[in-house]
């Protein structure tokens, strides 16, 4: 069971938008920067997005990502074969460890 | 280019001891956090712990305190990440990752490995 809560999967048709939730505490997202990892099928984890909004050179602007609170969201727009992967959100906790989501399946129909 | 080039696949038995190594390159090795991140077959990710190759500072997961061992050589830009014996449920892929921090301060997991998978069975 994660610390960082998000829903197993998500769907929708090539071009539609899909938003995927990340659902945390005040000791992790509520007093940190939310980072998202991309994981493509056979493939290493990537980073997507970070503190919180940024995207790294390279990232499309298709991907987007907000916090509010102990709550962060992914959002994808304009959905293509090529971002079916699973996606994982990711922060510091007061513990002083990092914590991942339990990560989320995208599927596009 | 910045990467992470990790060592390769192992089959070992339980029981048996491992060290797996993950060497970087293209940018000051000692000078960032190296991250274990372990993903068992089918499942999510999970944090195993971090070094400082400059000061070997290293924390662990309270899940996996005691039961690895993470290391680096500065000199070689490697780190390491090592059992004594190993179990069954061992059996997962294992990824470094560096830690790189943003314009905010804040640290993120910017280069990853390509992974190391480990297979522990009799």
């Known amino acids: 069971q994660s610390v960082l809560t998000q829903p197993p999967s998500v769907s929708a048709a090539p071009g539609q938008k899909v938003t995927i939730s990340c659902s945390g505490s005040n000791s992790n997202i509520g007093n940190n920067y939310v980072s998202w990892y991309q994981q493509l099928p056979g493939t290493a984890p990537k980073l997507l997005i970070y503190?919180?909004?940024k995207r790294p050179s390279g990232i499309p602007d298709r991907f987007s990502g907000s916090k509010s609170g102990t709550s962060a969201t992914l959002g994808i727009t304009g959905l293509q074969t090529g971002d079916e992967a699973d996606y994982y959100c990711g922060t510091w906790d007061s513990s002083l460890s990092w914590v991942f989501g339990g990560g989320t399946k995208v599927t596009v129909l | 280019e910045v990467q992470l080039v990790q060592s390769g696949a192992e089959v070992k038995k339980p029981g048996d001891s491992l060290k797996i190594s993950c060497e970087g390159s293209g940018y000051i090795f000692p000078g960032y956090w190296i991250a274990w991140v372990r993903q068992m077959p089918g499942k999510g990710l999970e944090w195993m712990g971090i070094i400082y190759p400059r000061d070997s500072d290293t924390r662990y997961s309270p899940s996996f305190q005691g039961q690895v061992t993470i290391s680096a050589d500065k000199s070689i830009s490697t780190a390491y990440l090592q059992w004594s014996s190993l179990r069954a449920s061992d059996t997962a892929m294992y990824y470094c990752?560096?830690?790189?921090?943003?314009?905010?301060?804040?640290?993120?997991?910017?280069?990853w490995g390509k992974g190391t998978t480990v297979t522990v069975s009799s």
């Open positions: 990752a560096r830690l790189g921090t943003s314009e905010s301060g804040y640290y993120n997991m910017d280069v």
């Open positions: 503190d919180n909004h």
